[in-house]
């Protein structure tokens, strides 16, 4: 799916909804905020976010335990949840989305390259999916901000109505 289809689904279904959605994101750096925007009408749905590319930032900003971020990295699915809670709580969204992964070119803490995941918090729970990407930066951080997106439209069709 092209990330602009993607884009447009996860704001209709939120308007659709008349519910909220905020970001906390590492390696997309911002372009899951970027592209949400771009499409006429968010500005009734998009509370916000946060980009938390340190791990310190991740802890203090979004609200990862620190014991977690210790214990796993930064690049796990248990703390894309915890990022993901973090941007609904912290931002008083209906909806959290999160990204956290490894772009490149190198591998990180272990972690290799391709290694992301991407996870959506909502009223009735968490999601998280992991992806195994190919390609460049640019490919790893457009395929995960498509991904992201298309886990919270499939979590918005999947929820109960919204009280």
């Given at each position: 799916?092209?990330?602009?289809?993607a884009?447009?689904a996860?704001?209709?279904a939120?308007?659709?909804?008349?519910?909220?959605?905020?970001?906390?994101?590492?390696l997309?750096?911002?372009?899951?905020?970027?592209?949400i925007?771009?499409?006429?009408?968010?500005?009734?749905?998009?509370?916000?976010?946060l980009?938390?590319?340190?791990t310190e930032?991740k802890?203090?900003?979004?609200?990862v335990?620190?014991?977690?971020?210790?214990?796993?990295?930064?690049?796990?699915?248990?703390?894309?949840?915890?990022?993901?809670?973090?941007?609904?709580?912290?931002?008083?969204a209906?909806?959290?989305?999160?990204?956290t992964?490894v772009a490149?070119?190198?591998?990180?803490?272990?972690?290799?390259?391709?290694?992301v995941?991407?996870?959506v918090?909502?009223?009735?729970?968490?999601?998280?999916?992991?992806?195994?990407?190919?390609?460049?930066?640019?490919?790893?951080?457009?395929?995960?901000?498509?991904?992201?997106?298309?886990?919270?439209?499939?979590?918005l069709?999947?929820?109960?109505?919204?009280?």
């Amino acid at each position: 799916m092209d990330i602009s289809v993607a884009a447009a689904a996860a704001v209709h279904a939120l308007v659709d909804r008349g519910q909220t959605v905020a970001t906390v994101e590492s390696l997309t750096g911002g372009l899951v905020a970027a592209t949400i925007v771009e499409i006429p009408g968010v500005s009734a749905v998009y509370r916000g976010g946060l980009v938390v590319y340190s791990t310190e930032l991740k802890a203090r900003l979004a609200g990862v335990p620190e014991g977690l971020l210790a214990e796993r990295g930064p690049v796990d699915g248990d703390v894309a949840a915890a990022l993901a809670e973090g941007a609904r709580e912290r931002c008083g969204a209906d909806w959290g989305v999160a990204t956290t992964g490894v772009a490149g070119p190198e591998p990180q803490d272990g972690k290799p390259v391709g290694l992301v995941f991407v996870a959506v918090a909502g009223p009735s729970g968490t999601r998280v999916r992991e992806l195994k990407l190919d390609g460049n930066r640019a490919a790893i951080r457009t395929e995960s901000v498509t991904a992201v997106l298309q886990l919270l439209t499939d979590s918005l069709r999947s929820a109960p109505p919204a009280a």
